[in-house]
């Protein structure tokens, strides 16, 4: 047990207690977790960060047909500063990527992250020079949606899944919550880790290859489906 | 073109597309020819049939000046520029699209730069629409326009230094590794994001560099007061006297994260108090790569990606595309799939007015608006879903037909929607058009003159609110347009309320196409039976050796398309959709252009917005319903 | 004697802890992690340009004005509103002399121009 004098810092073991207070972990703070986090879960204030089609049906979810309102989210706050929840929903490209990391950092704990739709999850079907393939390469993500888009029942079954999360989380383990001021602003997997999620893979790298039965022109074309190949046996 | 039940149907090959002889009788070639002589290199014929002059590009200012400014010729405007690089090596071409609003008279005037010396001169003192087509044909191809005011990057970011993305010897994925690419978009420093004329707005020497958290700062010593572009060469600033009484300007970034901006624009607005002295759009924040993705797909495998540029009309865009190449076949698809590309379009043209009838009403205060808007999308989306298996990403077409025909029962409910739907219009005019703060939020804002207009390349309902009464519909009637009756609503102030009344009976007008359509839909087959272009039937391709054949290369390979180029538009529910298509006669195009309308349009806004107030910045970019998936592509 | 009072003593208590109790509650329960990004100024996801110690238009003051001197007008209506049969004609004349007062301010300001931009 932990002495009152000593607060534990954000660094410190996660098994001790309540993040700034130091009471240590027993059935009261169970109880609090539960009510904490029956609050959180059930008023979570979505920023839409919305780009492209997915954003259309973000949009869709929010009217009457879909009303994320019946889960306390129909409050998008476009301002980062009141919102809990990022919905990422579209694609993003490399020009906007600092804005969203940016808009993540000012984004006050706790905070969660939803990447809706194939492109912010992993790039989706735009596998180019100007797209992140996967918006978890430069901030993390809670939950991913996939679809081209997801229909607004999938968007909201990720909801559903963000609040089991937070069902789940408790105040006695601060680790989650961590921010070292050295990860700001920073992208969010090294670069060996991006490498390795951005490689092409499934449908892409056949195709090429399967259509150069016959040539399709006469005319050079950059033979780009060899490179930076990690470790396929093609 | 008609035939009956019992005749076979054939394709027809547009034989006379083969054949050049008549593009020298065009008046404008001839005007030409006989002017710059040697200038005019040569002429081809554009697959849709209307002639392409070749020139040398050292004299394009000149050639162009003469198109517009010729009483006999006025091609007063200008519907796109766009590069094109045909293999590594090769010069690039340049194509200048034309248009003539007074003789209705279509034109293509293009040249080839070499590599050695990749520039030619400047048309945006001709038409206002070239500068960000410039800006952009120099962004992805490395072409200088001499002259241009403003040079610089548009859709790739300020500091993009992996090259010029859609030349033929740049990798699809970039030049550099991904981790690379993710570090330098993390490591932006403030002049990367901004122009240098905002940064001279704000007072800052161009090599100030930001604090180590990189949030604002104080200006460079010496900057100066006023800001710097409005000193008189002649004066020094230590002569100026400052105005006790007057604020200073300030400089705020709408965007590119914003609830009105309606996707990722970002204005910089220097403001004077609540007014706006000045905007200026940055794009790019969704530049998807579009054109140069599709490079590397068959012309089937297009059809997914146009859906992902418009995404609130994006039937139109599979329409469009499908047409485009069917251009270049050569081929004309089934009445039944004309007629259902008709419905089809104008269905989404509803969808896509609704949309931004619910957001412009959400932008302006008015919430309900929005959900009726989306009550009814929803039920074209059920009509989407129940044909496509998509809502939004519907993919709907193939080269020579559609992807399926009708599910049973589908022509019925597109008629009850259609029954069912002007009532819900004519609920939000009654609760909008006389309502004495939306007509004075509405009215004589952002207003835009005709030849203006004309001269920024508005097309749409923005172009038709300023008095203009250009519809592609009309125009160059396609898909049998000209068999319909209905009417273009036309404006005359070209200000916000205008465009929002255009767009209105533009919707009445659609649901007069949609009735007369479905009441003339045809059974029949709903793909050409050429079967080197559609997948045959199973059973046929089972059955016969030469179908199976023909089944095997088009699921391996996909269709072939006969060498030829092509720039075909159609009226999208933003404006003129422009495809810039080039096929070598290979598998995949040269070339994929894709001239959103929506990209001229929100070029004329920092021209509508000075002036105003902040809160009618915000009507205004509502005002001409922009998507930035076919803005930034 | 004092039992009218009694509700508003009772409003007033209970708001004060509503407010203290959701304040002193994200102040226990909540984390603490402040970065120098976060606490940097919010321009949508961009780097601000340029400072905020500029000098404002006074347009914008003339606004803040009359909006405080409205509202402060409405704040006085809403009790005399509650027990205006109490206060019968007297009360009825008085209003409206307070409101014919701040009318004749709001007519002044309106034809000055105070309300229009500029």
């Keep these: 047990m932990k002495k009152l004098d000593t607060l534990p810092t954000a660094a410190s073991s996660d098994e001790s207690g309540l993040l700034d207070t130091g009471i240590p972990r027993n059935w009261m703070t169970t109880r609090l977790d539960y009510v904490v986090n029956w609050a959180r879960r059930n008023s979570l204030w979505p920023m839409p960060f919305g780009t492209a089609c997915c954003a259309i049906e973000m949009m869709a979810s929010a009217a009457s047909k879909y009303d994320i309102g019946r889960f306390g989210m129909e409050r998008m706050s476009f301002s980062p500063r009141q919102a809990d929840l990022m919905i990422v929903a579209g694609r993003v490209s490399y020009k906007l990527a600092p ?73 006695a383990h601060p680790m989650a919550r961590d921010e070292p001021e050295g990860a700001v602003g920073r992208p969010n997997l090294p670069p060996e880790a991006v490498e390795l999620v951005s490689q092409p893979f499934g449908n892409s790298t056949s195709q090429n290859r399967a259509s150069g039965l016959v040539p399709t022109s006469a005319l050079a074309r950059p033979r780009d489906r060899r490179e930076r190949r990690l470790e396929h046996t093609d | 073109m008609t035939t009956t039940a019992s005749e076979p149907r054939r394709t027809l090959i547009l034989a006379e597309a083969r054949d050049d002889s008549d593009v020298y009788a065009h008046p404008s070639v001839v005007a030409l020819t006989e002017r710059f002589g040697e200038v005019v290199r040569t002429v081809t014929r554009d697959a849709v049939g209307y002639p392409v002059v070749w020139i040398d590009p050292r004299q394009n200012a000149s050639v162009l000046r003469f198109l517009r400014d010729d009483p ?38 293009a040249c080839e730069v070499p590599l050695e010396d990749l520039e030619v001169e400047t048309v945006t003192d001709l038409w206002r629409a070239a500068d960000w087509l410039e800006r952009e044909t120099w962004d992805m191809f490395g072409v200088t326009f001499r002259g241009h005011p403003d040079l610089r990057r548009i859709l790739m970011p300020e500091n993009y230094e992996e090259g010029f993305p859609l030349r033929k010897d740049f990798p699809l994925r970039g030049r550099f590794s991904r981790s690379e690419q993710v570090r330098r978009a993390l490591s932006r420093s403030l002049e990367d994001v901004y122009a240098v004329e905002e940064l001279e707005m704000a007072g800052y020497a161009s090599s100030a560099r930001p604090g180590p958290d990189g949030a604002a700062f104080a200006p460079a010593a010496g900057a100066s007061w006023p800001p710097i572009r409005d000193l008189d060469p002649s004066q020094r600033p230590e002569d100026l006297v400052h105005d006790p009484l007057e604020g200073t300007p300030m400089i705020i970034n709408m965007g590119p994260q914003h609830p009105a901006t309606h996707g990722v624009l970002r204005l910089v607005l220097e403001l004077d108090g609540e007014r706006v002295m000045r905007c200026i759009p940055h794009i790019g924040y969704l530049h998807t790569g579009f054109e140069k993705t599709c490079e590397y797909r068959e012309w089937n495998q297009v059809v997914p990606y146009t859906d992902r540029m418009d995404y609130l009309a994006p039937m139109l865009y599979n329409i469009g595309y499908a047409g485009a190449v ?41 919430f309900s608006v929005f959900l009726y808007t989306f009550q009814e999308r929803e039920r074209i989306y059920n009509l989407h879903e129940a044909y496509t298996g998509g809502r939004i990403t519907t993919s709907v077409t193939r080269v020579g037909g559609m992807m399926a025909d009708l599910p049973v029962g589908w022509a019925t409910a597109a008629r009850e929607f259609a029954a069912t739907f002007p009532a819900t219009v004519d609920e939000v005019e009654r609760l909008l058009s006389k309502n004495a703060i939306w007509q004075g939020r509405l009215i004589d804002i952002g207003a835009i003159g005709a030849e203006d207009a004309i001269s920024w390349g508005l097309t749409g309902p923005n172009l038709r609110a300023s008095g203009v009464p250009y519809d592609v519909r009309k125009a160059r009637p396609y898909l049998g347009y000209d068999e319909y009756d209905f009417d273009v609503p036309v404006g005359s102030k070209g200000d916000v309320y205008d465009r929002y009344l255009v767009r209105i009976e533009e919707m009445r007008q659609s649901v007069r196409i949609l009735d007369q359509a479905l009441a003339r839909l045809p059974d029949g087959p709903i793909n050409i039976d050429d079967y080197q272009i559609v997948l045959p039937p199973k059973s046929e391709a089972m059955g016969s050796i030469d179908t199976m054949i023909s089944h095997f290369k088009l699921v391996m390979e996909g269709i072939r398309v006969p060498a030829g180029e092509t720039w075909y538009s159609i ?18 195009p040269v070339r994929c252009r894709f001239r959103g309308p929506s990209f001229n349009n929100i070029a004329s806004l920092p021209a509508m917005v000075e002036n105003e107030l902040v809160a009618d910045v915000i009507a205004i970019n509502a005002s001409l319903d922009v998507v930035l998936g076919e803005i930034d592509r | 004697m004092l039992e009218p009072y009694l509700g508003i003593l009772i409003l007033a208590v209970v708001g004060v802890l509503n407010a203290a109790g959701m304040m002193g509650a994200s102040h226990l329960l909540g984390s603490r992690r402040p970065t120098t990004v976060k606490a940097s100024p919010y321009e949508s996801g961009i780097t601000p340009l340029g400072t905020t110690r500029e000098r404002f238009s006074v347009n914008f003051y003339i606004i803040a004005m009359l909006f405080i001197v409205l509202d402060i007008e409405t704040l006085f209506l809403i009790p005399w509103a509650m027990s205006f049969r109490e206060f019968g004609l007297a009360g009825l004349i008085e209003v409206t002399v307070f ?20």
């Design chain 3, 99 to 118: 409101l014919g007062v701040l009318g004749v301010g709001l007519v002044y300001a309106w034809r000055r121009g105070a309300l229009e931009w500029d």
């Design chain 1, 99 to 171: 804005v969203l990391r940016r808009i993540w950092d000012q984004m006050p704990q706790p905070k969660w992250c939803v990447s809706m739709g194939a492109c912010a999850s992993s790039g989706g079907m735009f596998d180019n020079y100007t797209i992140v393939q996967g918006i978890d390469t430069i901030i993390p993500v809670d939950v991913y949606v996939p679809g081209c888009p997801p229909r607004p029942e999938g968007l909201i079954y990720g909801l559903l899944m963000i609040q089991e999360k937070i069902k789940g989380e408790s105040l």
């Design chain 2, 571 to 588: 009226e999208s529910s933003k404006g003129e959709l422009g495809f810039g298509i080039i096929s070598d006669g290979g598998t995949k």
């Design chain 2, 326 to 366: 069917e251009r270049l076949l050569g081929v004309e698809v089934t009445d039944r799939c004309r007629v259902l590309r008709v419905i089809l379009g104008e269905l989404n043209r509803l969808l896509g007015h609704l949309l931004w009838l619910g957001t412009t009403a959400i932008d302006i205060g008015a």
């Design chain 2, 72 to 109: 006999a010729q006025s091609y007063d405007f200008l519907a796109d520029v766009m590069g094109a690089h045909a293999g590594v090596g090769t010069p690039i071409q340049v194509w200048y699209q034309l248009w003539s609003m007074t003789h209705g008279r279509q034109l293509r005037v």
